[in-house]
């Protein structure tokens, strides 16, 4: 390391977040670092530009780690390694205090994630409720059957579980909330609708026209993290805003921002600027993070290549129905044609009988 280290000058707070300086170094001093274990440089050279480029701006201090991708926020919030990070966040975006009991296994869930999906941890809380947290990065014409699907499966794998626990003795009141947190990286063009106003955090539930007082078990907390970037420095200094901040940015400029903000960050970004020490765990993370790209991107061409196919077939079946009128008002039309020719051909005869008998009574005279 030189001397071109940037100190973060962040007095100690009641949070007992204490200062610390962000490790720098240059690009060349972190090939030196990655050349020492021959296959990974191997490897690294084998990344694509952005990739590639990503990995040395944090190795050399200029980015923090893009958390909103699954090896990095598991890093960080895993309730095994950080046992009170997740159940802080969650209890900032829920409205109310809970804690975390322990991770679920992604297995069990019935159906597809998609291509959408870059990180996805499913969490029980202490009261047996479940939490979904997602981030997707690209943005899709239709989240809302997707999300609606997913939380149903959850409230599905909860039935199953808990009737298989307790036997005779279930109770449907026994089935907890099942809550889907769901932050966009680039949302769709409704986020964006100019009636929001800009609010970039949404809360749903079923609800009813009368007022009719029934708490029914699924909540959504949909977060468009493109919007919150905004205008974000302009929006209330809270502890949500915070922990939503540290999943939008990525910059050590605005991580020193957030940390003079939010002191209690200080501890998170302190963590994360000690995984610089070690550039092999870090190209780890970032592989894996490429490998779940790399298997979402081919799954997102076979499900374009899918929906192509569909409206393919779509517009030959409209094809061949429209081909199918048209030979049918064709038909109609030589009918028509034909019953013409055969009036005109009886309206001939017609004719040619009133000029004989014209004829005829010329003759007579």
């Known amino acids: 390391m030189k001397d071109t280290t940037v100190q973060l000058q962040i007095m100690a707070s009641a949070s007992g977040a204490v200062p610390f300086t ?43 780690l893009p958390l909103t991708y699954d090896p990095f926020f598991k890093r960080i919030f895993h309730p095994d390694i950080h046992p009170n990070r997740l159940s802080a966040m969650l209890s900032s975006i829920l409205g109310m205090k809970v804690k975390v009991l322990k991770v679920l296994p992604n297995e069990e869930i019935m159906i597809e994630g998609g291509a959408m999906l870059i990180m996805d941890i499913i969490v029980e809380l202490e009261d047996h409720t479940i939490v979904n947290i997602e981030v997707q990065k690209i943005p899709y014409g239709f989240p809302a059957e997707r999300m609606s699907c997913y939380s149903s499966d959850l409230i599905l794998r909860q039935y199953s579980r808990v009737k298989g626990e307790l036997g005779k003795e279930f109770s449907y009141k026994d089935i907890k909330k099942v809550y889907t ?8 063009d409704v986020f964006k609708d100019e009636t929001l106003n800009g609010e970039f955090f949404h809360h749903g539930k079923t609800t009813f ?22 205008k974000s420095y302009a929006r209330d200094i809270n502890e949500r805003n915070g922990w939503i901040s540290l999943l939008a940015y990525e910059s050590v400029e605005e991580a020193e921002r957030l940390m003079q903000v939010y002191p209690w ?57 429209t081909i199918s009128e048209q030979d049918k008002t064709i038909s109609e039309q030589n009918k028509t044609i034909t019953e013409n020719k055969k009036t005109i051909t009886e309206k001939d005869n017609e004719i040619a009988e009133l000029r004989k008998e014209i004829e005829r009574l010329k003759q007579g005279k």
């Open 22 to 64: 962000w490790p720098t170094a240059t690009e060349p001093e972190v090939i030196i670092k990655l050349k020492k274990t021959p296959g990974t440089y191997a490897r690294f050279l084998s990344m694509n530009g952005k990739w590639k480029q990503a990995l040395l701006d944090f190795l050399t201090g200029s980015k923090t």
């Open 181 to 188: 947190i769901i932050f966009f990286e680039k949302s769709i």
């Open 209 to 230: 026209n009368t007022g009719l007082k029934l708490e029914l078990l699924q909540e959504y907390y949909l977060i468009a993290l493109d919007v919150f970037k905004d």
């Open 265 to 321: 960050l200080t501890t998170i970004y302190a963590d994360i600027a000690a995984y610089q020490s070690d550039p092999q765990e870090v190209f780890s993370m970032y592989s894996e993070a490429l490998q779940i790209m790399d298997q979402n991107s081919m799954q997102l061409m076979v499900d374009e290549m899918s929906q192509q196919i569909e409206e393919s077939k779509k517009i030959i079946s409209e094809n061949k129905k």
